[in-house]
């Protein structure tokens, strides 16, 4: 009888997986854990290839509409026993996965059930605050100043709209919903690491700490790039996401109260600086040239760092309509 119950867990869980798979990405994380379940034993290989044969006879939504009588069915499966000499576990295997084509018939309620969110909120930050928050899951989230995004979880997934700003993910793992952040550019989804994404105007950065993250163009495109400990990838406009030869330490030292410019161009500058002062900074150039930036400094000393640039780099300081602008020396 256990025997049975065992064969019988085997055929829901290759069933499951066979569904599953129809429903990721090709480089989900995902099938990175359905490959280790698959290749852990035979028994779950075979149950897999039964379920592949059978569900030829499902390939189709009319032939489960045809498939939805209950006469149809026991017709179809007798004829299939006589014409392929079924085996006992194919044939249970083709019963139960007609129960799974046939409950997940109606895509539409599917798509309903698994886009309806389990928890949903938005968080923000004003200038010059930086928040740390614990998520449902035990992620830590830390928000540098002046960001905004929702976070919402779903059955098969965390996700998390970033709109503005710089924000640290510590993800706790969890292989059957992986965490996802999405800005304007980027799509980067991993199962459990430490990573930050820093949303500038021109370009997303994204520095690992420690761990495996997947970054992709947030329209879908092809490539997709895989960054490990210690990475750091940027995606600019239209481009590919890239990787880049940054520290990636840097892009965490505003929880510790400092702010790193590694060869910033004066739009990255005065976007970090606009983070932390009432009156905002505009950088008024034209082009993507600019002059560069690598200072590390205190958030503390930071109207200090201002009033110097001028002196470390060719630019003019000038106060207009409440903002501070940063142009090129005329």
Same mark, same amino acid.
């Given at each position: ?14 069933? !499951? ?45 009319? !032939? ?21 000499? /079924? ?12 129960? /799974? ?16 969110? +389990? ?5 923000? #930050?004003? /200038? ?23 976070? /919402? ?15 640290? @993910? ?6 059957? !919903? ?12 991993? +199962? ?24 992709? !163009? ?8 895989? +960054? ?56 008024? @150039? ?29 630019? #003019? ?14």
């Amino acid at each position: 009888m256990m025997h049975h119950k065992h064969e019988d867990a085997i055929r829901q869980a290759a069933a !499951r997986w066979y569904v599953r798979m129809r429903e990721v990405a090709p480089d989900s994380p995902e099938r990175t854990t359905f490959e280790v379940w698959l290749l852990s034993d035979r028994r779950h290989q075979a149950a897999y290839q039964t379920i592949e044969a059978t569900m030829d006879d499902f390939s189709s939504t009319a !032939r489960l509409k045809a498939l939805s009588n209950a006469l149809t069915q026991k017709l179809y499966f007798e004829q299939t026993a006589r014409r392929k000499k /079924v085996s006992k576990l194919g044939s249970g295997l083709a019963v139960m996965l007609l129960c /799974v084509g046939l409950g997940f018939f109606g895509r539409a309620q599917y798509v309903q059930w698994q886009a309806a969110p +389990l928890s949903s909120q938005v968080q923000t #930050t004003a /200038v010059a605050q930086m928040v740390k928050h614990t998520l449902e899951d035990g992620t830590i989230v830390t928000a540098n100043a002046n960001s905004a995004m929702e976070i /919402v979880f779903y059955r098969h997934q965390r996700l998390v709209k970033l709109s503005r700003g710089e924000v640290v @993910f510590e993800v706790t793992k969890d292989p059957q !919903r992986p965490f996802v952040v999405e800005t304007r550019q980027a799509k980067v989804t991993v +199962l459990g690491t430490r990573f930050a994404v820093n949303q500038l105007s021109k370009k997303v950065r994204i520095s690992v700490d420690h761990g495996r993250v997947q970054v992709a !163009r947030a329209d879908g495109s092809e490539p997709i790039l895989i +960054l490990h400990d210690g990475e750091v990838a940027e995606i600019e406009h239209s481009a590919a996401p890239h990787k880049v030869n940054r520290n990636a330490a840097d892009s965490f030292s505003f929880i510790n109260g400092r702010i790193v410019f590694d060869r910033a161009d004066m739009f990255e500058v005065a976007e970090t600086l606009s983070r932390y002062r009432s009156q905002p900074v505009t950088a008024m @150039f034209f082009g993507e040239q600019t002059p560069k930036v690598n200072a590390v400094l205190k958030i503390a000393e930071l109207e200090s760092f201002v009033k110097t640039l001028p002196q470390s780099v060719p630019v #003019t300081l000038q106060r207009k309509d409440q903002a501070l602008l940063i142009e090129p020396n005329r």
